[in-house]
């Protein structure tokens, strides 16, 4: 090895500190805190607290500086806008704008903003390209010009990848070697997914794009010294189950465990049995879990998957020494203390999905017909009628395309009078030009194989092909009502399965490529098509998704879809075959072939040793250098896009996609005064488990809505509307978007979806135009929430939309990590109900008008602030709450109305 300057643990151990009993994770966050330690922002009291680590740690700050940031579009396009904006307001200060660059270098992938409006056919692929720059050409324009702009800011054009699995096969080195130091790869990343690069050992997490921005100017990130939690995994996975069924059991171990905000690092001889895209698949979905990082240290695994992923022999070589050397390498030897240890025994895994919901509600393939039964029952109020009964039963009425048939109404109970009488479940007959079927409730509408979380693991993409190809022999196909779609996180994975020849499997059931991105993951589903679109919302239907994806919030996967399965791509090949989700798949016939002979889902099941015969043949580590050679050029559609020049960008005041932010402006050197919350109205009462989906504008909007009546008076037309997604650099359209999700339950409307009640005149409102009202009487807001408050994605807007419509403070029972510290990096104070202390437990009804001292003065991590409510009878209910600002940088933030305004306000000092 060459000589390279490190921060040496070995030295601390050799000096009597017990490195050896510590977390690998822990180990790396020592790493960081040595190398940069400044005593000021980084102090001896920070390496102490690491030294020292204990399995329940003293509740004190830990700074990281991480080595590189990672973007996607849909995060990135508002984080540049920021930056363009920071920059324009820092010229205006009469300073220098090139002096607002990256500190460190950042990769942004563009992956979000392709849809699916073309599937099924060996054109989908190009037209949907095309549509992508006709939506999303301002919008790019902006990335074009960052890229030319900003030092160390690089753009992934479109097509060519989802920015977790391009991290995980390409930008990802294990140990990173710059100005003659070697230290461990890390990153936050402006996507919750980030964690997915863990499974190649290197340390990252998802933060929101305030945050994100923040690190790119050279601010450390504070958080709480965290607790790791051990999963130990023994075994291997037993045939017929797959690295899916793996992750979706660990997600309901580690949810039901209580891992929020803390660190999980993985141990156990399973690992021996683990690939690296298997254990991707299970750090991708720590957000799922609620954990911060979900880590799998480096060893001989993951240098086998640099050198199949084309990383150079000396790198490589690098990466083991330096982990030897600097006690990061993992022998499965270690005797390592860790705050808590959870099991799992790999031999008992078995088919598995989770849904409908949310993807830690697990369920066992051969159970989902019995609780798809159970959920409509109990959700929808309808009986569930059998297959063969739905053969026997007569339609009540007879029409054409779009007419609803509803099954006979089920009899009343005699032995309860007063009982409730169940609807019977929902079907429509649809008639096509050359084709006549049935929906019903339990049909399947969408089966998308999508998400970094699988189509970066080759033996579950290669499987997905096998079974395709094993049901064409058997004569099956899918059915004509499932929108089929398949979206590869990589160019890489076209590769070995055009090899293989299994493309032509895959295709052969419609599941054509439509794209290189998230697609339906994150609701970019597009359309469904016409008669099924209209079917589902005349008989208003209860339908499903099953996608390979990692979540499945509500209306997040598509807004006429009420229930959604998360599921290994091999599963959504066989689930498209049957066409609904009320089948024992382990038990029942897929269907007949076309000589009356049943198809079982064994008979078309491959073996693992089949799935690695294949990779062994087609998986070429020349795919990788062929691809990630020209990562960075782009389609012809990315070379002839133009971009505005100069250090600061061209703001088009015609925009409807790109606006000068309106957080920085005319900011004045010193900020104000902290004030307490006086006079405050409720905005919006959520229960458990309201989501970033449920926060923050995603998927479509239509002409009804604010954001859709802002464009018509922009002049645009309801076909150009695009997603919210798309919209993210214009805040108008988000802070009209913010809380306008149709399945949002807020206690104090009068109707579901993003509605509030303006309280003085008992007027029903969209949430925007209550908030309006409201900031024309300078009243503050408060948001009042239960368990879990911001869940999900990391999406900065959830926050930046909460500040422009006037929200001052969020009261909930408990928050994700993300997203309150989105709250604050916007100037939201979070503040906790007290244990057993909730807004209904206190009985408050939202119509109060709220109080809340302590905040002015003396303001400190976790102070105890007061708040008082006085109802509509002039009755006053007061309590206490937690205010969850966790560090005094927080309160930093919080004092300057965010964490830009302070980060601009340090540049300005210089």
């Known amino acids: 090895m060459k000589n390279y300057k490190i921060a040496s643990l070995k030295k601390l151990q050799d000096e009597g500190k017990n490195i050896h009993r510590l977390p690998f994770s822990i180990r790396i966050l020592l790493e960081n805190v040595l190398r940069n330690h400044d005593g000021f922002a980084i102090t001896d009291e920070h390496i102490d607290t690491l030294v020292n680590w204990q399995p329940q740690p003293t509740d004190k700050d830990i700074p990281f500086k991480p080595a590189r940031v990672l973007m996607q579009d849909f995060t990135g396009v508002p984080g540049v806008v920021d930056l363009a904006s920071l920059r324009a307001e820092y010229v205006r200060q009469g300073k220098n704008g090139e002096k607002i660059t990256p500190a460190i270098p950042v990769d942004l992938v563009i992956d979000h903003s392709v849809q699916v409006d073309y599937f099924g056919t060996d054109y989908a692929y190009k037209e949907n390209v095309t549509k992508e720059y006709e939506r999303n050409a301002e919008r790019y324009e902006l990335l074009k ?69 923040a690190a790119m100017l050279g601010q450390p990130i504070y958080f709480t010294c965290p607790e790791v939690v051990g999963l130990k995994l023994t075994g291997k996975i037993p045939e017929g189950a797959t690295a899916t069924d793996m992750v979706l059991s660990i997600t309901k171990i580690l949810r039901k465990q209580g891992v929020v905000g803390k660190f999980v690092e993985v141990f156990g001889d399973g690992l021996d049995h683990l690939s690296v895209t298997d254990r991707a698949t299970i750090s991708n979905m720590s957000p799922e879990f609620g954990c911060t990082v979900t880590y799998f240290p480096i060893d001989n695994q993951t240098l086998h998957y640099m050198r199949q992923t084309n990383r150079e022999e000396d790198h490589v070589q690098l990466v083991e020494e330096y982990c030897k050397e600097n006690l990061l390498w993992r022998t499965g030897k270690e005797d390592i203390t860790y705050s808590a240890v959870v099991e799992l025994d790999l031999n008992t895994l078995e088919p598995t999905v989770s849904g409908p919901k949310r993807p830690q509600d697990k369920i066992l393939v051969r159970e989902l017909d019995q609780t798809f039964s159970t959920l409509l029952e109990e959700e929808y109020n309808r009986a569930y009628v059998s297959v063969k009964d739905r053969r026997e039963s007569a339609w009540l009425s007879e029409g054409g395309s779009g007419t609803e048939f509803v099954y006979k109404q089920a009899e009343a109970s005699t032995s309860e009078p007063t009982e409730v009488v169940k609807e019977n479940m929902r079907a429509v007959r649809i008639k096509q030009k050359n084709k006549e079927y049935v929906l019903s409730d339990g049909s399947i509408v969408l089966a998308a194989i999508t998400s970094c979380t699988n189509t970066s693991n080759p033996e579950v993409m290669i499987g997905a092909g096998l079974v395709a190809r094993k049901a064409i022999q058997r004569g099956l196909r899918t059915k004509s009502w499932v929108k089929t779609s398949l979206a590869p996180g990589s160019k890489v994975v076209t590769h070995y399965l055009d090899r293989s020849g299994l493309s032509e499997d895959l295709e052969a059931l419609r599941f054509h490529t439509v794209g290189y991105g998230c697609t339906s993951c994150i609701g970019n589903s597009g359309p469904l098509p016409a008669p099924i679109a209209e079917a589902v919302t005349q008989g208003d239907l209860v339908v499903a998704s099953v996608l390979s994806g990692n979540r499945n919030f509500e209306a997040r996967v598509h807004p006429q879809v009420k229930m959604n399965f998360l599921m290994s791509p091999m599963l959504v090949v066989a689930y498209a075959l049957v066409g609904r989700v009320d089948i024992n798949l382990l038990t029942d016939p897929l269907d007949y072939d076309p000589n009356g002979e049943p198809v079982y889902l064994k008979d078309i099941w491959p073996t693992h040793e089949e799935i690695r015969a294949v990779i062994n043949d087609s998986l070429k580590r020349e795919d990788f250098k062929e691809v990630y050679d020209q990562i960075f050029e782009g389609e012809e559609n990315w070379k002839n896009l133009h971009a505005p020049k100069g250090a600061s960008f061209e703001w088009n005041p015609a925009s409807t996609y790109i606006r000068h932010a309106p957080f920085f402006e005319n900011l004045p050197k010193e900020p104000k005064p902290l004030t307490d919350i006086a006079g405050a109205r409720v905005l919006l009462y959520l229960g458990d488990s309201v989501t970033t989906d449920h926060i923050s504008p995603a998927g479509s909007f ?46 104090v409307a009068q109707r579901e ?49 909460a500040y422009l419509l006037g929200i001052k403070a969020v009261i909930a029972e408990s928050f994700e990590r993300i997203h309150r510290s989105n709250l604050i990096g916007m100037g939201i104070a979070p503040l906790q109900f007290l244990p057993n202390q909730s807004a209904e437990s206190l009985g408050l009804t939202g119509k109060e008008t709220y109080t809340i001292t302590g905040l002015a003065e003396n303001l400190t991590p976790h102070k105890i602030v007061e708040v008082t409510a006085v109802n509509e009878a002039n009755q006053t209910i007061k309590f206490q709450a937690l205010a969850r600002f966790d560090s005094l940088i927080e309160i930093e933030y919080y004092k300057n109305d965010g964490i830009l305004q302070y980060v601009l306000r340090d540049f300005l000092k210089h």
């Open 753 to 801: 979806g993003g509605y509030s009640t303006y309280l003085p005149t008992n007027e029903s409102l969209t949430v925007y135009d209550t908030a309006m009202k409201y900031k024309e009487t300078e009243t503050p807001l408060i948001v009042l929430a239960g368990k879990e408050y911001g869940s999900g994605s990391s999406r900065d807007w959830a926050a930046k939309g």
């Open 145 to 213: 010009w960052a890229q030319q702009e900003l030092k160390g800011f690089t753009v992934v054009p479109p097509g060519m990848g989802i920015c977790h699995q391009v991290n995980l096969e390409y930008l990802a080195k294990g140990v990173i070697n710059r100005d003659g130091w070697l230290f461990p790869d890390t990153l936050v990343g402006t996507d919750s997914h980030t964690p997915m690069v863990n499974g190649i050992g290197v340390i990252a997490w998802g933060v929101g794009g305030i945050e994100a921005e």
């Open 702 to 747: 239509n002409e009804e809505s604010a954001a859709g009546k802002y464009l018509l008076s922009q002049g645009v037309k309801p076909e150009d509307f695009n997603s919210y997604g798309s919209r993210r650099g214009n805040h108008e359209v988000m802070m009209r978007g913010t809380f306008a999700n149709v399945r949002i339950k807020n206690k």
